[in-house]
């Protein structure tokens, strides 16, 4: 019999793809969603749009389902997150826990939950040449404030629900996930998306939050599906880094994009603008050792997509005039 799945947040970036991921492997899927997917129509067989955070609206999400895919959530870049504090972790704790509940009552065997690096201590993470976050690094918590306590919270929640109930819950935290179909604009996109905006739009220069010298890791979404997919499916019940430890600093990012762009652009600083922690990388040795598989995309290839994406998403939509056009 085809598995029935749930993918949660199937209008949003990830769970967009995940979707598609799993029609193309033969599931059938319900994409559940508050709003419909933004750049092109969902590949789910059934796409409903429902409100998680209500509890009648997480019992029909998750009716004859076997598997869910939570990937849910009230989320943006640095911007937003640091912005809406209250309103961030109220949605997204209504949302978790009607989903978890919802799930055990109708018997779904297996669920996985989208955590975020959010969650690791900040105090480890004040300088650019930082030591990748190992798992065991979440504890003693200081995670980032809103966002991150309500991930760090549900990541509890989905250990007890499989300590009381049975329900086998998986969870990974991501790091900073990038490609196309992403939100590019409006305030809830995050650094690789706003920085190829920029760039595509820049005549001269172009801002950049904070001095540029934070660092990060980036997964292109390809890589963050396979992921998704491959952990859902081990034995490993405890959260699970899902990232590429290649490191870069922001800046380095502006210019690979503007490499890409064949562009030249200087870059302004805003030291006004938050830029979350000064540096965060991936420890993947429990990733290698458990799946035997890591994300490997380069980062130069996966922006290469993502940078063509959002340029012709401009010129579609009538803000990059006609000349930049290239061949
Ligand atoms: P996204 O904002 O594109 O997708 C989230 C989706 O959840 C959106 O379509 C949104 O409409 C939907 N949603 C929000 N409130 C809802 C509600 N009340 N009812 C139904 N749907 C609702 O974000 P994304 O980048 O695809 O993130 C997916 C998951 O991965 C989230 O849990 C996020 O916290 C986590 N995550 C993402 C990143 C990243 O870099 N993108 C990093 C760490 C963790």
Known sequence: MTERVLVAGAGGFIGHHMAKYLVDR???VRGVDIKPPEYEASHAQ??????????DSCLLATRGINQVYNLAADMG?????????????????????????????NGVSRYFFASSACIYPQYLQKQPDVTPLKE?????????????????????LCQYFYEDYGLETRVARFH????????????QEKAPAAICR???????????????????????????????????????????????DELVTINQLVDMASGIAEKRVNKRHDLSRPQGVRGRNSDNSLIKQVLGWEPSIPLETGLRHTYQWIESELRRTGRLPEMARRG
């Open 26 to 28: 033969g599931y059938w």
């Open 46 to 55: 059934e796409f409903e749009l429902l409100d998680l955070r209500r509890w």
């Open 77 to 105: 870049g640095i911007g937003y997150i640091t912005a809406y504090h209250a309103q961030v972790a109220n949605n997204n704790i209504l949302i978790n826990s009607h989903l978890l509940e919802a799930s055990r009552l």
């Open 136 to 156: 065991s690094d979440a504890a003693p918590a200081d995670p980032e404030e809103g966002y991150g306590w309500e991930k760090l919270f549900t990541e509890k």
């Open 176 to 187: 900073n996930v990038y490609g196309p179909l992403g939100t590019y604009d409006g305030g």
């Open 198 to 244: 920029k760039v595509a739009l820049a005549d001269n220069d172009i801002e950049v939050w904070g001095d540029g010298e934070q660092t990060r890791s980036f997964m292109y979404v390809d890589d963050c599906v396979e992921g998704i997919y491959r952990i859902t499916h081990s034995d490993h019940r405890k959260p699970m880094n899902l990232g590429t």
